[in-house]
Structures are given as C-alpha cells and as structure tokens.
Nanobody, 123 residues
Framework: QVQLVESGGGPVQAGGSLRLSCAPSGRTFGTYVMGWFRQTPGKEREFVASIDWSGARTDYTDSVKGRFTISRDRGKNTVYLQMNSLKPGDTAVYYC????????????????WGQGTHVTVSS
C-alpha cells in the first residue's frame, strides 16, 4: 500500500530552521514529481515547493523563495523541505504529495498525499 509519511515538524521561533522529511512506503516515487503543500485554518491548501524526478527542476511559491529548499534523496526514496528564516506566517500543517508529472502546482495535480506535519512559528 502506498503511504507518504511526513516528519520533522514542531515548534520553532521566528528566524529559526526546520527540516521536514517525507518518507514514502509501499512503493518508490522515483518517477514522480514530489511536492510540499501547507494549510492553515480558514485557508485552502497552498502549494509550497516541488521537485522533479531527477532533482534538476524545482519550483517554489514566491513567499518561500530564498528561504526554503526542496531536495530529494533517490537512494533513500525521501524528499526534504529545508525551511530557514522561518516567519510566523509559515505556521501551517505541511503535507507531502506525489504527482505523476507536470503541471504540478495545484492540489488536483497530485495523486498521493501524506497526513501532514505541524509547524508552528512563534514571534
């Protein structure tokens, strides 16, 4: 069975850093675009970043450019989101997702989803 499991979330002060991990199980996602989304109360799920199967292409939403870095380790079948210079506005539940290809920006583009990991940034 396919599972996407996020980890690494937690409380952090503004300006700090966290690294989120997504460790799929049940199958490999080597040919998939992997993405991160986030959701806060009262808002729709928001695209954060994505990375293609080779790691050569990455995309970011404007609000995290220069602060967040998405990467993947194909040997470990794991995708990461390094979050630096965190702001209170980054507080959200972060979700890992897998898409079969591009476009891979909208939630509907992604086939598999994790359950989310909480990130809380305090000022």
């Amino acid at each position: 069975q396919v599972q996407l499991v996020e980890s690494g979330g937690g409380p952090v002060q503004a300006g700090g850093s966290l690294r989120l991990s997504c460790a799929p199980s049940g199958r490999t996602f080597g040919t998939y675009v992997m993405g991160w989304f986030r959701q806060t109360p009262g808002k729709e799920r928001e695209f954060v970043a994505s990375i293609d199967w080779s790691g050569a292409r990455t995309d970011y939403t404007d609000s995290v450019k220069g602060r967040f870095t998405i990467s993947r380790d194909r040997g470990k079948n794991t995708v990461y989101l390094q979050m630096n210079s965190l702001k209170p506005g980054d507080t959200a539940v972060y979700y890992c997702a897998a898409a079969q290809g591009y476009p891979a920006v909208a939630g509907g583009d992604y086939k598999y989803w994790g359950q989310g990991t909480h990130v809380t940034v305090s000022s």
